[in-house]
C-alpha cells in the first residue's frame, strides 16, 4: 500500500485545515484501519484518529471535538478535518494504513504549522 499525504501548511490559532491520504496499490481491498498519527521532534510518534472501513472512530483526547476523521472508500482517501488549531497541534501528521493481515503502512509526513 503507498499512500500520498495532502495538505499540510500554515494556519493561525483558532484557524482550520483538512488533511487528505490517497491510498493506492494492489491491497487498497484488504485495507481495515485508515488513520493520522503525529509526531513531535525527539518524540515518539502518537495516535491522532483512526477510522476503520465500517466507520468505527478514535481519537486521541486532545482532539475531542476539534478534529474529524473520515474515509471516502471509493476514492481510496482518508480525511481529517483539523479546527480550532492551537499552536501545539504544531507537528508532523502521518498518514496510516492497516491492513486486515495487519500489516502497518506509513505515508510520508505532512508539516502543519499554528501560529499564536
Known amino acids: 500500500v503507498q499512500l500520498q499525504a495532502f495538505g499540510g501548511g500554515s494556519v493561525q490559532a483558532g484557524g482550520s485545515l483538512r488533511l487528505a491520504c490517497v491510498a493506492s496499490g494492489n491491497f487498497f481491498a484488504s485495507i481495515n484501519v485508515l488513520g493520522w498519527y503525529h509526531q513531535a521532534p525527539g518524540k515518539q510518534r502518537e495516535l491522532v484518529a483512526t477510522?476503520?472501513?465500517?466507520?468505527?472512530?478514535n481519537y486521541a483526547d486532545s482532539v475531542k471535538g476539534r478534529f474529524t476523521i473520515s474515509r471516502d472508500n471509493a476514492k481510496n482517501t482518508v480525511y481529517l478535518q483539523m479546527n480550532y488549531l492551537r499552536p501545539d497541534d504544531t507537528v508532523v501528521y502521518y498518514c496510516y494504513a492497516q491492513t486486515r493481515s495487519k500489516t502497518d503502512n506509513w505515508g510520508q509526513g505532512t508539516l502543519v504549522t499554528v501560529s499564536s
Open positions: 477510522i476503520a472501513r465500517g466507520g468505527t472512530t
